[in-house]
């Protein structure tokens, strides 16, 4: 009876915690704030969990883009248990809206509550480990307020809780992993490494990610070294048993392990592309914030700052940022560092085990300060080992340093306590003190700030209905779409990271649509977005309608709730443009209205003629990047750098080839074995990633240069040319101009005055201020000085506008800053603006919009002040790159660069070891070239290449360095296949050809959506390099009459907009001509030149004729993601296309008569899906397979047979200690067969010794 007492004294205390967390934990029903679904950045709930479940079950994403890697079956579980909630709820009756939002409520309690638990369960055991006889109240005082502040913290309410709620599990689930290693080192029982195991079959584990293990293994690593420490084990001793729950764990666990590992690469290159700066730069910037008192603050995290200073509505970030929770922080890093300053612990094992905390504690913090002063450069040494990995050093490590720092504070607790007497009232008291700062610390993790409005969605039931019962059939483009990979739209149209998804992604897409795209998830997905966005800036319609059909969309769902607020300027004009034109293509009734919400619109695009997923084409290899404007039935791919399949063997498969450049240095570079070196691996100093517009096509990211920063006193006198800085009240006094009143203010960013515009209309209108005008010539580079403040407008910018002496009106050229809505505070802007050609004057114009916000206030004001102009033609620095290169084997190369040719441009100068090249990079012509820069004679070893910005807006994009040998036998060898091959020069006029007398302009027949207009004396030319000998045929496309001549060879053709003209045949010998082309009728317009190679007086329209087919598709299945099966009936070899991402894990089994009887890897098609050279004929089934999918399904068969093994073993462990008869009889055959196993090894053994 006296047992039951005391076992009853000592677990009375741990219900009462029980209880208090699970009143802590209702505080999640503010989160709420009603009947609405929580949709966070990077939330693992979506609307669709049922759809979330098919996708993280398969390696290949499809159906949110056209398709891209990324495993993420840790995930399984967590949806299946969400799923199974959610059936439970409809069953008992509520309606499908409500069971959705109360499935998400008891997962959001319940993560919250065994947090509480777990974390708990965890620091008690650290406490029992550090007293080892303590039975007082502190047993469970101490490891619970620990435990309080494990959950409520500012890294939970900042990060985990706010943004990343999928590591909210990893934040639950470590402290039990370490607490079952913990019990696995004191009682060496083998049954806690497979209860370890096992609970990453259950929603515990999911989201632990690659960077979870590694450290959920560095827990258990640092684990026992405080074990050995306390219980002074022999060190050995644990170690082994360390090495042993690692090792088995990780077996149990390969169906997570395998893909994981072996998606790696894919994963990491994923990580690095989906930003537009390199990690360099993401390191420079979040360094910022990663100062040692702030990760004190446990408030490093960058979001946090630029949410605040972008002015998000998070009402929690200022006062934690620069309140009391900043301050109460620090209080506990003082409690944790008292130890180390009294050292009055009574033992010394005590010590040992606090010393190696506190310096694993303090290493942690040197690491992820980044590049953050002291020792700045230890950040950037570590960017080296992995870009990807230590870009955000702060964010890898701060989970790990928050469990540390509730280790130290558990030893530091329980230091100063033993030093004081605890009756009831001190206790108590002590309790509510610490609870009044965690709720100081953590207030909107209890009021429901913690979830910001913008993020709670709310749906009738009906609607929800309606919208998951939507069956549609093709593919979905959602608009408008997200123009950078970085960033896209969640429901609320707050710009986000691209796994936030939207409405039409959890419903429209969980039917038999089998592609939504709305972002680029994939290189190729920013190739097709670069195209259909290049077709809405030139409002080319009917371009646009044509390559969704190919590419099989017949949709398009128009997303209405973004708002201009939370978009940079460039998205939001790109995103209303995008609007603009999806309207005019409803009015043009060339899309209509299926369904229309508040929200959005679906329309459907009226045509039955939608390409299939799977097609067998006709094969035109495009040496630089795909035209979508070919025809359909033409199969086109791009010769990639790094492309999988030797392009040698891509052009013998090619019976046409088309050349974008007029000469085709381009296929030999490729064709070569060249080593392809980007700038942007150089340091980035003064220089800038870009995507330019679609030259990103086949290529690598592209390397700029632009001045980063100004010296603003270096330019003032000598370089000024305007200058209003609003000091002269006379000048200024207040006036009305329309509906805006103009007066000064004291609120200036300098001086005594700025200029404010003020209003109360709440139309579109603008205040059109003008500056006084200046004469510049063209070419001039102009620098732009701004500064705004704005309060309750939208829209407030300043235009730099240009005079244009052939047009004789202004036009906007630059904005100076663009659009700006809401409330800012005073900011300054700079650009830099090349002057165009013909424009003779400059002013720039002062618009203050309309009201914001009239709920706020009726009226509001803009702010303009120091608006300043400079002439800065001749004085940009010469800002440098320096890369170096591996040299393999002494010998000749060549060096071949990839540039921008442009207005703009002016001269670059690279150095190879020191040997200057001179490059004029200034052109009429806007786009990228190849250009030889000659041949070096390199040592084996290490060479430095430098590029040097000389002037001029300048960008370059590949440097290709060839060995002299490789190089003219690839060209021999391109050249021979040439040969027999027909070759297409396409010139588009307004980019390709050089002209004089001209202007560009708009043309909705033309192929770009533009073409250039003769003026008087006004021609075009371009010089043409000949690769083969044959007789040829010009087509061209305009309106007029035009005399035009290649060599020897003169013509007159008479052309108007709806169809080609051509001359005769005439034959051309390889080598150099000029193609001039010249009008005769009055206002001629020009569209594109095509020049290429015919022995039959083909026609454009015949040479793309398919006149056999080698192969029809007669039908396909697709039986998962990553598993397709094709049937095909082939009379001769074919190529086989794929609508999905190019990716060359995809593989093509082919199967013939039952027998396996070729694998093809795959080539890109139009430079963005998959295609396949089949080498055979017949009855033909083709299996299509995503091969990393495979290592899953094997890693699964490893880790359910270890499971069903463990489970059968904890089961048979717990009878055995029960004493069960048939227990005890099968550990005695057990141990009899491994005795006769060891005899038999034993006896093989001493047979191999004599024999």
Known sequence: MGMVKRELKVQYPDLVLIILFLLLSLSIEQWFGGLFYIHQIDSSFYLNPTKRLTDVTYIWKDQNSLGYSMAEFNLIPFYAFQIGLLRTLEFIGFDSWRSLVYSQ?????????????????????????????????????????????????????????????????????????????????????????????????????????????????????????????????????????????????????????????????????????????????????????????????????????????????????????????????????????LPLLTFKMAEKRKISAYLAIISIWTLLVI?????????????????????????????????????????????????????????SKRVLSLFMLFMICIYAIGYPFFNGDIIPPQDRITLRGTEYDKLGNLTLEGSLLIMPFSLYREYSYNISGRINHPNAKSIAYAFV?????????????????????????????????????????????????????????????????????????????????????????????????????????????????????????????????????????????????????????????????????????????????????????????????????????????????????????????????????????????????????????????????????????????????????????????????????????????????????????????????????QVPENITKIKLVLNAGWVYNTTTDRCGYALFDDIWIYNITGSLPRTKLIGRIDIKESQNYHLIIRYFKNQKGGAIRVYLDGTPIYIRTKDQLNKFVWEDLGTFNLEKGEHKIVLENVRGFNAVNLFALIPENEYNKARKEAIELLQNKTIIYLFEAESDLYRENVEIIKDFNASNGEAIKFNQKGKAWQNVEIVKNSTYRLALKGNGTFNISIGDYKYVLTVNNSTFEYTPLFYLRNGEYKLEITPTSKDALLDVVWLYSTDKNETLEELFQTNETPATVQNYTKINPTLWKVKVNATKPFFLTFAESYDPLWEARVYKNGKLVEKVSPVPVYGVINGFWINQTGNLEIVLRYTPQDWFERGLIISLTTFILSVFYIFYDWRREKGDKWAKRLERKAKKFLDKLKQRIRFKNLRKLFM
């Open 367 to 423: 690491v992820m300060k980044g590049m953050a002063p002291p020792m700045q450069y230890i950040g950037k040494s570590l960017l080296k080992l992995n870009p990807a990995f230590f870009r955000h050093p702060y964010d890898r490590f701060i989970s790990l340093y928050v469990i540390l720092f509730g280790i130290l504070l558990v030893f530091s607790f329980s230091e100063l306590l033993s030093r004081v007497a605890l009756t």
């Open 509 to 833: 897409s969980s039917k038999p649509v089998y592609t939504t795209i709305r972002y680029a998830s994939s290189e190729q997905d920013k190739i097709f977005l670069d195209y259909l966005y290049s077709y809405i800036i030139s409002n080319n319609s009917v371009a646009f309608i044509n390559m969704l059909i190919k590419f099989g969309f017949k949709y398009i769902l128009l997303q209405k709730d973004f708002s201009s607020r939370y978009l940079n300027t460039d998205y939001a004009t790109a995103a209303k443009k995008m609007t603009s034109f999806l309207l005019q293509l409803n009015r043009s009734k060339l899309i209509v209205p299926v369904l229309n919400t508040k929200d959005f619109t679906l329309f459907k695009i009226p045509t039955n003629n939608v390409t299939n997923r799977i097609n067998v084409g006709r094969v035109s290899l495009l040496s630089e990047h795909s035209l979508f404007n070919i025809p359909p039935q033409s199969v086109n791919f791009v010769c990639f750098p790094h492309t999988y399949q030797h392009p040698l063997k891509l052009l013998s498969m090619s019976n046409i080839i088309l050349l974008r450049e007029s000469k085709p240095i381009n296929i030999f570079t490729c064709v070569a074995n060249s080593t392809f070196i980007s700038p942007l691996s150089f340091s980035s100093q003064g220089w800038k990633k870009i995507a330019y517009g679609v030259e990103k096509i086949a290529y690598s990211d592209t390397t700029y240069f632009i001045p980063n920063s100004f010296n603003m006193s270096q330019f003032k006198e000598r370089y000024e040319v305007l200058r209003m800085d609003f000091e002269s009240p006379k000048e200024y006094a207040q006036r009305k101009t329309g509906v805006y009143t103009l007066s000064l203010s004291t609120d200036a960013i300098s001086g005594n005055y700025s200029l404010n515009i003020s209003t109360c209309t709440n139309k579109k209108r603008w205040s059109y201020v003008s500056s006084p005008e200046i004469n510049v010539t063209p070419g001039e580079v102009l620098l732009v000085h701004t500064a705004t403040k704005v309060y309750n407008l939208q829209r407030v910018h300043v235009a730099i506008a240009g005079y244009s002496n052939i047009t004789h009106k202004w036009e906007y050229l630059e904005f100076a800053p663009p659009g700006t809505d809401g409330f800012t505070p005073w900011k300054s802007h700079i650009r830099i603006l």
């Open 105 to 337: 409520m008891i997962i959001y309690y319940l993560t919250v509550f065994m947090s509480f638990s777990f974390s708990y369960m965890f620091f008690k055991k650290i406490y029992e480990l550090y007293n080892r006889k303590d039975i007082t109240v502190k047993r469970y005082l101490v490891p619970a307020m620990v435990s309080i502040f494990y959950v409520i913290n500012p890294h939970t309410i900042s990060v985990v809780f706010w943004r990343y709620m999928s590591w909210s599990r990893f934040w639950f689930g470590a402290p039990l992993l370490g607490y079952i290693f913990i019990r696995y080192l004191e009682t060496k029982h083998m049954k806690y490494i497979l209860i370890s195991a096992l609970l990453f079959f259950t929603p515990l584990a999911s989201g632990f990610s690659v960077v979870g293990f590694l450290l959920l293994y560095s827990l258990w690593a640092i684990l026992g070294i405080v074990y050995n420490v306390l219980s002074q084990e022999h060190p050995f001793k644990t170690f082994r048993h360390l090495v042993t729950f690692i090792a088995m764990f990780t077996f149990q666990i390969m169906w997570i392990l395998l893909p994981l590992y072996f998606s790696l690469t894919h994963t990491y290159q994923y990580a690095i592309s989906l930003s537009s700066a390199t990690p360099e730069d993401m390191l420079k910037y979040s360094s910022k914030f990663t100062t040692v008192i702030n990760i004190f603050r446990l408030m490093g995290n960058h979001l946090l700052y630029s949410t605040y200073e972008d002015g998000y509505p998070y009402v929690w970030v200022e006062s934690y940022l620069h309140g009391i929770p900043s301050v109460l922080i620090l209080l506990f890093v003082i409690i944790i560092m």
